[in-house]
C-alpha cells in the first residue's frame, strides 16, 4: 500500500505540487550492492528462508563483472596457475549457467543470467535503480535505510533487523556511524613486509576498460577532441601491444616488466586494467566523476596512440565499446573485530572460523594510476597456496547489526590487495548470507553468531564451497554412516572417497570415486545406509574440471582457454532410486545437467540403500564423482 506525500511549494506567485509515493517495507535481511557479492549474499539468505531485500543503485547486477563495467572474475585459481582452489558455491553455479547457454561471451546474456537467479527466489525483492539516500541508527543500531528509485519516483523506508554492506564503498556503514579506514596503515601497525615507512592516504585507482574487433581490412580513428595525447615513452611499463619491444633490463622490477608482458591484456583487443587514475589531492570517492572524465579522455587518448602512434598491429581494429562506468579497487575498508593482515596472506593462516579463502596475489597498483608513467603498474607478491578469511572481518566492530562483504571487508590495505578479487568477494557474500540466515535461526546478531560457526562452515560446504581444512562432518548427512560400493572403480578413484569430506581434488588427492569407463546399462554407485531412514534429498558433487575456466570474458587470450558447451566430464543423466531391502521404492530421474553442484529433491520415502545410476556424461569416457551426501 503506497502512501502519497502532497508536498507544495511557490515559485513567483503560482502554486506547485507534487505527489511523491512512498512505502515502508520490513525484511528479515536488507543487502545494500549489488555485485557479486551482495547478490551472493542475497540470494544465499533467501534460499535458506530469509525474507531479503537487495538494494542496488544501477540497472543490472554483477558490479564490476557487469556488462557495465566489464571486469572477469578471477580468484584463488591464479589464472590456472592453481585450479584446484577455483571458487565453487553460488557464484561457480552462476557462471556455470551462463557457460551452458553463452558461448560467445555476450555480457547482455551474463546480465540475465544474474537476472534471472535473483528474480526466481520468491523471498528476494531486488531493488534495482535505487539509491539509498539515508541511514537510520539507535543503540550501535542501523534500524532503517531510505531510498529512493529515480526510475519509478518512488521512496522507500526500508527495515530489517540485519544489514550487510556490500557496496564496496563502505557507503551503508559510512552513513551509519561504523569504524573505517582508508589509504595504507604503517608496516608497524600490524607488521606487514610490504607496508609503507608511513602511514598514508593513498588508494589504487579507478578503471574503465575497451574492447576491440578485428574487422579484417583497415579501420581508420579519428580521436575525440577531449582526448589525452600519450607516447610510447609514457605508456613503456604499460603493456598495449604485442608488438612492444620489452627490455626487461630498463624495468624497475625485470621478473615482474616480464610477466605483465605475458599477460592476456598484451593484445588490442581487450584493455586495459592499468587504465586506472587517483590524482593528487583527489578522493576516490568524492571525486568520482571527476576522475571518470579523465578516465574516458585516457582511454580515447590510448586507443588514438595504439591506432595512430606507430605500428601496434591493430590497423584493421575498430573500437567497439568503451566503458562509461568505472571499476573500483579501493575506497573504505570497515572495520571489523578482526583486520586480515598482509602477514595473515603470506603465512598462509588457517582460521578456526574461516568462512571464506582467497589465493589472489597481494596485488598493489601503482598509487596513481596511469600517471606513474615510471613505476610498473601493479606490484604483485606472489604465494602459491591459499589463506582463510576469519568470520570476525564480516562483521562491523562497532555497529551491531551490520555485516560486510566485497572490497570493503575488514583488512588492512595490504590484506584488501589480494581479497578484492571479485571471486574472493563473491563466497565471502554467500557466507555473510548464510550467516544471516542462522542470526534469523537463533535471535542474535553477527557477534552472537560465534559458537555457531561449526554449523555455519558446515552450510558453506554442503552448497559446493570450499574451506581448506574443514571437513564435510554434517550430522544430518546420512551418507558420513553408510558403506558404499560401486560397479566399478580404477586405483585412486575408489567408491568410498565420495563419503571422504572434501568435495575437490586438491594436489595429487583425487577424492573422489571415479568409474572405469561406462558400461551399456550405465555405472551404478550403491549407499547402504546405517538403517531405514526417511530420504528426501540427495547432494552430488561432479566434476567439472577446474583446469578450465568458465568466465564470461572481453578478452581473447582468456576466451581460447575455455573449451565450448558444457564441461566433458560433467555427468548429464542419472537415475537417483530408493531401495527397501533391495526393492526399489522410488526413483528421481535427472536428464540433460550441466552444474557441478546437484541438489536432487526425492519423494521423502523410507529406505535403506540409495543407488545412483549413472547413464551417460556430457562426453568423458568415466564417470567422476566427488561427493554424495544422503538427507
Not at 507544495?8 to 505527489?19: D, L, Q, V
Not at 575498430?318 to 603465512?347: F, H, K, N
Not at 578469511?389 to 551490520?402: A, D, T, V
Not at 574472493?424 to 555473510?432: K, R
Request: net charge negative; with cysteine.
Amino acid at each position: 500500500m503506497y502512501i502519497y506525500v502532497l508536498i507544495k511549494g511557490r515559485r513567483k506567485g503560482s502554486n506547485i505540487s507534487k505527489m511523491i509515493r512512498y512505502e515502508e517495507k520490513n525484511y528479515e535481511f536488507i543487502v545494500v550492492g549489488g555485485g557479486m557479492s551482495g547478490l551472493c549474499a542475497a540470494i544465499t539468505a533467501a534460499r535458506h528462508g530469509t525474507r531479503t531485500a537487495l538494494v542496488h543503485a544501477r540497472p543490472v547486477l554483477g558490479g564490476n563483472a557487469s556488462s557495465e563495467i566489464r571486469i572477469h572474475i578471477s580468484g584463488a585459481d591464479q589464472s590456472l596457475k592453481q585450479p584446484d582452489y577455483a571458487e565453487g558455491g553460488l557464484v561457480y553455479e552462476l557462471m556455470s549457467e551462463n557457460k551452458a547457454h553463452n558461448d560467445t561471451f555476450n555480457y547482455s546474456y551474463w546480465d540475465t543470467v544474474l537476472f534471472e537467479k535473483a528474480k526466481a527466489e520468491k523471498l528476494l525483492d531486488v531493488y534495482f535503480n535505487t539509491v539509498m539516500y539515508d541511514v537510520e541508527t539507535a543503540d550501535d543500531r542501523i534500524t532503517a535505510i531510505c531510498c529512493f528509485q529515480e526510475t519509478t519516483e518512488m521512496r522507500y523506508r526500508l527495515t530489517a533487523p540485519i544489514f550487510a554492506d556490500c557496496t564496496g564503498n563502505g557507503t551503508l556503514g559510512f552513513f551509519a556511524g561504523a569504524e573505517f579506514k582508508q589509504g595504507s596503515e604503517s608496516k608497524y601497525e600490524y607488521g606487514e613486509p610490504h607496508a609503507p615507512e608511513k602511514a598514508n592516504n593513498e588508494r589504487m585507482g579507478n578503471t574503465i576498460l575497451m574492447k576491440a574487433v578485428n574487422m579484417g581490412h583497415p579501420v581508420k580513428f579519428t580521436p575525440p577532441a577531449f582526448a589525452k595525447k600519450l607516447t610510447e615513452h609514457q605508456l613503456r611499463y604499460r603493456v598495449h601491444s604485442k608488438t612492444m619491444k620489452v627490455d626487461a633490463s630498463m624495468a624497475p622490477d625485470p621478473e615482474e616488466w616480464l610477466r605483465l608482458s605475458a599477460c592476456s591484456c598484451a593484445a588490442v583487443d581487450y584493455g586495459y586494467w592499468w587504465l586506472e587514475l587517483m590524482g593528487d589531492g583527489e578522493d576516490i570517492i568524492l571525486d568520482y566523476e571527476t576522475i571518470r572524465d579523465d578516465l574516458y579522455a585516457y582511454a580515447y587518448g590510448i586507443w588514438d596512440h595504439i591506432k595512430n602512434g606507430g605500428d601496434h598491429g591493430a590497423e584493421n581494429y575498430a573500437l567497439q565499446w568503451v566503458g562509461a562506468l568505472p571499476g573500483m579497487r579501493e575506497s573504505r575498508r570497515l572495520m571489523g573485530d578482526y583486520v586480515l593482515t598482509e602477514s595473515d596472506i603470506l603465512e598462509h593462516r588457517m582460521f578456526d572460523d574461516a568462512v571464506a579463502y582467497g589465493g589472489w596475489c597481494v596485488d598493489l597498483h601503482a598509487a596513481h594510476g596511469l600517471l606513474d608513467f615510471d613505476l610498473l603498474p601493479s606490484d604483485c607478491h606472489h604465494f602459491l597456496g591459499v589463506y582463510t578469511i576469519p568470520y570476525r572481518s564480516y562483521y562491523s566492530k562497532n555497529i551491531k547489526n551490520l555485516y560486510m562483504a566485497g572490497r570493503d571487508i575488514s583488512t588492512s590495505k595490504l590484506g584488501l590487495a589480494s581479497t578484492r578479487i571479485i571471486g574472493c568477494c563473491a563466497i565471502g557474500g554467500e557466507a555473510v548470507g548464510k550467516a544471516a540466515s542462522l542470526c534469523r535461526k537463533y535471535g542474535c546478531e553477527p557477534r552472537g553468531l560465534a559458537p555457531h560457526i561449526r554449523e555455519l562452515q558446515q552450510m558453506i560446504l554442503r552448497d559446493d564451497g570450499y574451506l581448506p581444512n574443514v571437513k564435510n562432518t554434517d550430522d544430518a548427512d546420512m551418507a558420513l554412516r553408510a558403506s558404499v560400493s560401486a560397479t566399478s572403480s580404477i586405483a585412486g578413484g575408489e567408491p568410498a572417497n565420495v563419503i571422504n569430506g572434501v568435495s575437490r581434488k586438491i594436489g595429487e588427492d583425487q577424492n573422489a570415486w571415479i568409474s572405469d569407463g561406462i558400461a551399456d546399462g550405465g555405472e551404478a554407485l550403491t549407499l547402504t545406509l546405517d538403517g531405514t531412514h526417511v530420504v528426501s534429498e540427495v547432494d552430488l558433487t561432479f566434476d567439472s574440471n577446474f583446469a578450465y575456466p568458465i568466465r564470461v570474458t572481453m578478452s581473447a587470450n582468456r576466451q581460447a582457454q575455455q573449451r565450448i558447451g558444457v564441461a566433458p566430464e560433467l555427468v548429464r543423466d542419472y537415475d537417483v532410486i530408493q531401495k527397501l531391502d533391495g526393492k526399489e521404492v522410488g526413483r528421481t530421474e535427472v536428464r540433460g545437467n550441466y552444474q557441478r553442484h546437484n541438489a536432487v529433491a526425492l519423494n521423502p520415502t523410507g529406505c535403506n540403500e540409495i543407488e545412483i545410476r549413472f547413464i551417460a556424461t556430457n562426453g568423458a569416457p568415466s564417470v567422476k564423482v566427488y561427493e554424495v551426501r544422503v538427507y
